[in-house]
């Protein structure tokens, strides 16, 4: 909205041209959401705990956390919500299709999540609302997602599937790609909601994904270095940038009270949205397959938690200690800060690979 006011007076005011350009934009995105996040994180968290809202521990999770981390507020993913649609709306096109897929997608999870969170609250349990009953409210929001955003966007190649590291390896899915756009979605909000265990686990992979996919979007965006890194290009897709830099401003601020020992932790408020949101953004890059990579972490705890649901129920027998495997090294004798920064160091290295799939064509 500050964006579309601003035009109005480019013409009158020459410096205000800066404003067209979506890397001056992505910053301001980054700087808006992370300062009202640090703003309005502590009356937040001071207000949670006075409410009691508070995060339901897993009984049957390590014995540290049942002593350490009860009573400590949950839905922070509130937080980083507001800072993030605040900023978004100020300084992206809200006129660009995939801008609004985006905040679709953000704002619907993030209120499934916040359902999901009052119900463990409510009953004081960690179980929350069925999971059949989630994955299909998933389903229906994705749904309705990408088909709104298949009928609108100006793309002739929106169904194709591109894979990394190959020049023409190119797939028209057709009308299976609707299906395919919502596993991406769904199964990347899951995968955060997995990883988010631990104080600050998830938020600083986010960050690395978003900050890499923030440098693609951008790039897809824009004719010149689509061309020279032979990738799609899709008019209108480097608006992305600024979504991604409200996700990594918010996250940051975040970051800030959720740092060991954590003083909120953002619930699936927050995994929910921000899970979506980085399937989203893959989506609409058409980089479905480097999201997997650079977001590799997310995709490491999800395949834990199934194959540990599939081993027990055919042998009997579980493989990790506990899933998702983060748990597993806690009850190895990890400590947690060992866990979550050697965690951070295996996203590090997956975000300069999907990176470097840009280039290695």
């Given at each position: 909205?500050?964006?579309?006011?601003?035009?109005?007076?480019?013409?009158?005011?020459?410096?205000?041209?800066?404003?067209?350009?979506?890397?001056?934009?992505?910053?301001?995105?980054?700087?808006?959401?992370?300062?009202?996040?640090?703003?309005?994180?502590?009356?937040?968290?001071?207000?949670?705990?006075?409410?009691k809202?508070?995060?339901?521990?897993?009984?049957?999770?390590?014995?540290?956390?049942?002593?350490?981390?009860?009573?400590?507020?949950?839905?922070?993913?509130?937080?980083?919500?507001?800072?993030?649609?605040?900023?978004?709306?100020?300084?992206?096109?809200?006129?660009?299709?995939?801008?609004?897929?985006?905040?679709?997608?953000?704002?619907?999870?993030?209120?499934?999540?916040?359902?999901?969170?009052?119900?463990?609250?409510?009953?004081?349990?960690?179980?929350g609302?069925?999971?059949?009953?989630?994955?299909?409210?998933?389903?229906?929001?994705?749904?309705?997602?990408?088909?709104?955003?298949?009928?609108?966007?100006?793309?002739?190649?929106?169904?194709?599937?591109?894979?990394?590291?190959?020049?023409?390896?190119?797939?028209?899915?057709?009308?299976?790609?609707?299906?395919?756009?919502?596993?991406?979605?769904?199964?990347?909000?899951?995968?955060?909601?997995?990883?988010?265990?631990?104080?600050?686990?998830?938020?600083?992979?986010?960050?690395?994904?978003?900050?890499?996919?923030?440098?693609?979007?951008?790039?897809?965006?824009?004719?010149?270095?689509?061309?020279?890194?032979?990738?799609?290009?899709?008019?209108?897709?480097?608006?992305?940038?600024?979504?991604?830099?409200?996700?990594?401003?918010?996250?940051l601020?975040?970051?800030?009270?959720?740092?060991?020992?954590?003083?909120?932790?953002?619930?699936?408020?927050?995994?929910l949205?921000?899970g979506?949101?980085?399937?989203?953004?893959?989506?609409?890059?058409?980089?479905?397959?480097?999201?997997?990579?650079t977001?590799?972490?997310?995709?490491?705890?999800?395949?834990?938690?199934?194959?540990?649901?599939?081993?027990?129920?055919?042998?009997?027998?579980?493989?990790?200690?506990?899933?998702?495997?983060?748990?597993?090294?806690?009850?190895?004798?990890?400590p947690?800060?060992?866990?979550?920064?050697?965690?951070?160091?295996?996203?590090?290295?997956?975000?300069?690979?999907?990176?470097?799939?840009?280039?290695?064509?």
């Amino acid at each position: 909205m500050l964006y579309q006011f601003i035009l109005n007076y480019v013409d009158s005011f020459g410096f205000l041209n800066v404003f067209k350009y979506i890397t001056f934009r992505t910053g301001l995105s980054f700087f808006t959401s992370l300062i009202i996040v640090l703003i309005i994180g502590g009356p937040f968290i001071n207000f949670f705990s006075n409410k009691k809202i508070l995060n339901p521990i897993r009984d049957d999770g390590p014995e540290n956390h049942i002593i350490k981390k009860i009573g400590t507020p949950t839905m922070g993913g509130v937080i980083i919500l507001f800072g993030l649609l605040v900023s978004v709306l100020c300084w992206a096109d809200l006129s660009n299709i995939s801008i609004i897929f985006c905040i679709y997608i953000a704002v619907s999870f993030g209120l499934l999540g916040a359902l999901d969170d009052y119900k463990k609250i409510k009953y004081n349990n960690s179980s929350g609302m069925s999971s059949k009953l989630k994955l299909s409210l998933q389903i229906f929001l994705g749904v309705i997602g990408i088909s709104f955003f298949v009928y609108f966007v100006d793309y002739q190649g929106i169904t194709n599937l591109y894979f990394p590291f190959f020049k023409n390896l190119v797939i028209n899915l057709g009308w299976f790609f609707i299906p395919f756009s919502v596993f991406v979605i769904i199964g990347s909000s899951n995968a955060v909601n997995l990883t988010d265990g631990l104080d600050g686990l998830a938020t600083v992979p986010v960050i690395l994904v978003a900050g890499c996919f923030a440098f693609i979007s951008y790039v897809t965006g824009n004719i010149v270095f689509s061309d020279y890194l032979q990738i799609p290009y899709i008019d209108g897709t480097g608006e992305v940038s600024i979504f991604c830099g409200a996700i990594i401003g918010s996250c940051l601020g975040f970051l800030w009270f959720n740092a060991p020992p954590a003083k909120i932790f953002m619930g699936d408020t927050g995994s929910l949205a921000l899970g979506g949101s980085l399937g989203t953004v893959g989506i609409i890059t058409k980089h479905e397959i480097v999201l997997a990579i650079t977001g590799g972490l997310f995709v490491l705890e999800a395949v834990s938690v199934m194959v540990q649901v599939i081993s027990f129920k055919l042998t009997g027998k579980r493989i990790f200690k506990m899933a998702p495997i983060h748990h597993h090294f806690e009850k190895k004798g990890w400590p947690e800060s060992t866990v979550v920064i050697r965690f951070w160091i295996i996203s590090i290295i997956l975000a300069m690979i999907g990176l470097a799939t840009l280039k290695l064509r």
